[in-house]
């Protein structure tokens, strides 16, 4: 029996389907999607805040108000929860842990450089959002979770 498990694996591989062992063959498209969502939800914040928050240029992005902040934290997210995919470099290997951490402790250090800082800070984004810092916050550590479900 074991002979026959082996022939599986190796007409697989001939067939130049992967294996078990490999998983899915790595995606260009799909790593270049998720940087290319993830930055232009930065991007988009960045326009909003130094161009289009004061009204006089780009007004329906200023009419927007707090909801650019929705759509560039949404865009990341989104960014980075493609990149959790086994076909990206940031879904496989070492790759999950490096995401998964880095997601948990993003999140975390939002949350505690917002108390710290307080609402009246000077740092744009911190201060433009208030109370939904934490939103952001927790936001990175459910990106972190994707990853985790990824982790073997």
Known sequence: MPDSSRNKTRGAAAK???S????PAFSVVRTAVAAVLALLGIVWMAVYINVAQDGDQLTWMGDLGRWNFLIGFGLFFLGLAVAAHPGT???RGRGVVVGMLGCFLLGLIWIVVY?????GSSIPVLRNLDQYNLVVGIG????????????E
């Open 20 to 23: 078990r062992d490999q998983g």
């Open 115 to 119: 108390y710290i800082a307080g609402s």
């Open 140 to 151: 990175f550590m459910a990106v972190g979770f994707m990853y985790a479900t990824r982790w």
């Open 16 to 18: 130049g389907l992967p």
């Open 89 to 91: 470099p940031l879904g």
